[in-house]
């Protein structure tokens, strides 16, 4: 992926007012949806974003099958039994080598996605989902519980490509006015086995669809090309208007210069920002539910759950999690950014310390444990409410075109390291504190809560310059004047030339490159 379109991904967004269409389309749109764009997102989706979901709770239902191999592996290696310390640290690297495998994917994505575009990208990315498949499916036939570790790495390195280069391929052929809305002791591997399912079908699907006409524009320079790709997703054959502002994002890229992450952490005008970026992200890892995700079923037979019921308790997470997405989906252009997070994360908080109650006294009375149920639900609908979504939209809306791809890094790796933090360290917290642990994740929860309320603005209809104006006084710097977003707007408007180089500088004092 090349993290110049990152950048410009929002451009006539960006250089139009609130509620605006760019200068010379201020007309009502149509929505235009065609079987190729829904066959796309569908196939995407399934063969990418549905692998990173499984993939973090899929080790949850045969946890003591696995545990039982890995013991019996190393009995047979070593003549003794495995000690129970080293049996937890194995199964937490198990769980957290995911997200590993995750962050280096999301290294990768920019040099592999520049160079194969974003179809050949996802396609390519099927080779480490199919290869982890095997790996992990025959571990238990081969007796090498090392080949289900290094097939999580590998899988962690294909959700890490897909999140990334899926989201930049249905932004990149979507409209824009449509963007962005049980297992048994012996057969615990094919739960593994079946990610191949998804990978095969993205595989014999996509390649009958176009690449994405930016890309085909941006990086090959083939209008032809980006004509008829337009054509195919949008399922019409004037796409003059589509070209037109696809032209001019090309010209005005020709005159961005991407900053680096390193300059990004050192500007004293976004400096707020970047640690709420920070913040926000830890937040959303750190608040405890992919520890929930990770270990469901361990917490509810500790919560004293008959076992035979706990597949039905665990599937209900799933439908309260969808739920609670379609309701902030629903919410969040009315209510705002800042009363989902606050409301959220202090939400969760509350309950995380019922929960805590509820497990304490899980043996005083028989309706206690189902109490606990209503907590963990409580929890995950409070986090997909709001938590689970914002922080994303935050990092686009904190930086402008030529910070962004820098801003996305940071938050990826965040993101990632404090996932891989969780599924390694909870069940020796879990160990150490009992019922107890999840006091920690009340403590995070509120913390975020405290600072959101009285450090992140409200970033609902409002300007990339309104957002940073309100920064300024924590900032305690203004950034500097910036003549390029007027040139950019100016020539998009009235396909002038471009703009005199030696005039126009960056909010970091450097010439923009043309």
């Not at 203004?478 to 003549?483: A, G, L, N, Q, Y």
Request: proline share 5%.
């Amino acid at each position: 992926m090349d993290a110049r379109e990152l950048a410009l991904a929002s451009l006539i967004h960006d250089t139009s007012g609130p509620g605006e269409l760019p200068v010379g389309h201020q007309q009502r749109k149509t929505k235009n949806w065609s079987f190729s764009l829904v066959v796309a997102a569908l196939v995407g989706a399934f063969g990418s974003s549905f692998l990173y979901g499984y993939n973090l709770s899929v080790v949850n239902a045969p946890t003591p099958y696995i545990k039982a191999f890995y013991n019996e592996t190393w009995g047979r290696r070593h003549g003794h039994p495995i000690d129970p310390d080293t049996l937890t640290l194995l199964w937490s690297v198990t769980v957290s080598i995911f997200a590993i495998g995750g962050l280096v994917g999301t290294l990768m994505v920019k040099m592999i996605g520049k160079f194969l575009g974003r179809k050949s990208t996802l396609l390519v990315n099927n080779g480490f989902a199919i290869s982890a498949a095997l790996l992990m499916a025959c571990s238990l036939q081969a007796g090498t519980f090392e080949m289900l570790i290094v097939g999580r790495f590998i899988m962690g390195v294909d959700g890490g490509i897909a999140l990334s280069a899926l989201p930049m391929y249905l932004n990149e052929i979507s409209p824009k006015e449509i963007r962005g809305s049980l297992g048994q002791e012996s057969t615990w591997p094919y739960l593994f086995g079946v990610i191949i399912v998804p990978a095969l079908v993205q595989l014999a699907s996509l390649p009958f669809l176009p690449e994405s006409p930016r890309y085909l524009l941006f990086e090959k320079h083939d209008e032809a090309g980006t004509m008829k790709a337009f054509q195919t997703f949008l399922g019409k054959e004037d796409v003059s208007q589509e070209l037109e502002e696809a032209l001019a994002e090309s010209r005005v890229q020709r005159n961005l210069r991407l900053v680096s992450v390193f300059e990004l952490l050192r500007a004293p005008f976004v400096r707020w920002q970047v640690i709420t970026v920070i913040i926000t992200m830890a937040s959303y890892q750190l608040c405890g539910l992919n520890a929930i995700w990770f270990y469901t079923n361990s917490i509810f037979g500790k919560a004293g759950i008959p076992q035979d019921k706990i597949p039905y308790i665990t599937l209900s997470t799933g439908g309260i999690e969808t739920l609670a997405a379609i309701f902030s989906g629903l919410v969040i252009e009315r209510l705002g950014r800042r009363p989902l997070l606050i409301g959220g994360f202090g939400l969760m908080a509350l309950f995380f310390g019922t929960l805590t109650v509820t497990l304490t006294l899980q043996d005083r009375a028989p309706w206690i444990p189902y109490l606990s149920i209503v907590c963990i639900l409580a929890i995950i609908a409070s986090f997909c409410s709001g938590p689970g979504g914002i922080p994303f939209i935050l990092t686009g809306e904190f930086f402008q075109q030529s910070e962004r791809p820098a801003a996305f890094i940071i938050a990826g790796t965040v993101n990632w390291l404090s996932n891989f933090v969780v599924g390694l360290l909870f069940p020796f917290i879990q160990k150490s504190l009992n019922s107890y642990c999840f006091l920690v994740f009340a403590t995070i929860c509120t913390a975020g809560a405290i600072y959101f309320y009285f450090v992140l603005p409200e970033t609902k209809n409002r300007t990339h310059a309104e957002i940073s104006q309100a920064f300024v006084k924590r900032n305690k710097a203004h950034p500097p004047e910036v003549k390029a977003d007027s040139a950019m707007v100016e020539e998009k408007a009235n396909s002038q030339t471009e703009p005199d180089p030696s005039s126009t500088l960056d909010s970091y004092g450097q010439n923009k490159i043309v």
